[in-house]
């Protein structure tokens, strides 16, 4: 696992006839806990009215069961954030609620607008007062402002204006939309729950509820839920999608599917095609837990090399509200990770990792290793190197704080302390998701961004280092 990518946010829609259905939202909640750890929030509709609870922290640490009770109703969408523009904050914690010219609104949003700062200045025009800095808000005080009859008109001119990913659960009287981009850059799926539906960023939040996955949700979609029955409006044609390929590589869990494509076996055959572009003598294979140890496991299949457990991951070491001191970040990787010197003693290793963002956590890895015993460590990376920014909700660093942006990869090589380096080449690592390139964003490997990217943005990632994201723990 990569901390030098930060996920982005996981967003979930439920309704079920004559069920209070909080206690499934936190369940589905706790299922996404992965895409954020720095708030959640459950917003219902029950009598008239929308109840929000919304607060920084873990999922667990931020609902109990009084709070839950208190949230009635038969709908709800949820929230789990890891802010990617909006300071870290209780006030930027999601669903955000509105009052509207049709009632009140509740909003929760995955992915990032590349154009909010400017809508926010004309809305700011209009008179619009803003109470958070999140892009969301944005997103939602244009949907109240919107002309239209209806909450689907104002969601359809909300699109027509904002450009960026936005994956979204809303909530309104007795209704939830389910809402994605035009170019479908982040996650969004439908499933089946008892008599009624459920709607959230990865499948994985179905399988522990028992839902069952019935499609994606198209880009461009809108999907109205009610009591009256299911409304799909295809608000925005699609001319090209763009789904992220990091959820491939990196962010989704092994379990969930996109497009019905389970992710587990697509790293596993990145892992299979990694070992194939870069074949090395070596006694054993470890990923680096969680999210390489399928793509370790295909690189031991195709190489013949054992499949080894040799790197354990500290699960429990999360974001907390307690921000380590300068030593104790110094030693988070010690924190995270512990090697098992038993097994590495005297062996060559071959190191799989999904990425390599910055450059200070893989060398830290390499050393622990080496301290470990390892007689030589081979590094083995399932993307390609990272050269450009994520304008669409990813939190990697700008353009100059990515290492694969101003050095070799030899230098890189020697950077980590590799004995080698590979980096599966963008070719194999799209032919492993099974999906046609002109419907993926690569844009962080190959600059091709689906849209365009401010200019002032882009100067901004490239000369400032400090802006309102966060500061990295590693
Ligand atoms: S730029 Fe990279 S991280 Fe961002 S959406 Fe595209 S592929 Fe995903």
């Not at 055959?269 to 074949?279: I, T």
């Not at 230098?411 to 080449?425: F, M, P, Q, R, T």
């Not at 689906?450 to 500061?471: C, G, I, N, W, Y």
Request: hydrophobic content about 40%; overall charge neutral.
């Amino acid at each position: 696992m990569t901390p030098n990518l930060r996920e982005k946010c996981g967003v979930v829609g439920i309704f079920i006839p004559n069920e209070n259905v909080s206690r499934l939202t936190f369940l589905s909640l706790y299922a996404l806990q992965h895409r954020g750890q720095e708030c959640a929030g459950i917003a219902t509709f029950n009598k008239n009215k929308i109840s929000v609870h919304a607060s920084m922290g873990l999922v667990n640490q931020v609902f109990n069961q009084g709070i839950l009770d208190q949230l009635k109703g038969n709908f709800s969408i949820g929230h789990t954030r890891y802010s990617t523009t909006g300071s870290s904050s209780s006030i930027n914690a999601q669903p955000l609620l509105f009052d509207c010219e049709l009632g009140s609104i509740a909003v929760s949003h995955n992915g990032n607008i590349v154009n909010a700062d400017i809508l926010r200045y004309d809305l700011e025009k209009q008179g619009v007062q803003f109470i958070t800095s999140s892009d969301t808000e944005v997103l939602a005080q244009l949907i109240c402002v919107a002309p239209g009859k209806n909450w689907q008109e104002k969601i359809k001119y909300m699109m027509q204006k904002v450009e960026g990913a936005y994956s979204l659960a809303v909530l309104v009287k007795d209704k939830i939309y389910a809402v994605r981009d035009p170019f479908g850059i982040r996650p969004l799926s439908l499933g089946k729950i008892n008599d009624g539906w459920i709607f959230a960023s990865e499948t994985c939040a179905f399988d522990h509820l028992g839902a069952e996955y019935v499609r994606d949700i198209e880009a461009g979609e809108i999907l109205e839920i009610s009591n009256s029955g299911n409304f799909s409006l295809q608000a925005i044609k699609s001319k090209q999608q763009a789904f992220c390929l990091l959820e491939y590589i990196y962010f989704a869990r092994p379990d969930s599917k996109f497009n019905n494509n389970l992710i587990h076996p697509v790293r596993q055959q990145m892992g299979k095609l990694l070992a194939r572009e870069y074949p090395v003598d070596a006694d054993m294979v470890i990923g680096v837990p969680d999210s390489a140890i399928a793509a370790a496991l295909g690189y031991s299949q195709e190489s013949n090399i054992p499949y080894g457990e040799a790197l354990m991951k500290n699960r429990y070491v999360g974001r907390t509200f307690i921000q380590p001191n300068q030593s104790l970040r110094e030693r988070n990787v010690q924190l995270k990770f512990n090697p098992m010197s038993e097994i590495i003693k005297g062996k060559r290793i071959i190191l799989v990792d999904d990425s390599i963002v910055r450059g200070t956590t893989t060398p830290r890895v390499i050393n622990m290793l080496r301290s470990a015993g390892a007689t030589e460590v081979h590094m083995r990376i399932t993307s390609p190197p990272i050269v450009n920014p994520c304008f669409y909700g990813v939190d990697m660093a700008n353009k100059a704080e990515l290492i694969a942006n101003h050095k070799s990869i030899q230098e890189i090589e020697k950077h980590i302390g590799a004995d080698s380096l590979g980096y599966l080449s963008i070719e194999n690592t799209i032919l492993a998701t099974k999906t046609e390139k002109n419907t993926l964003c690569d844009a962080c490997f190959t600059g091709n961004y689906p849209t365009s990217v401010p200019l002032q943005f882009d100067k901004m990632q490239m000369e400032s280092a400090t802006s309102d994201r966060h500061e990295l723990n590693f």
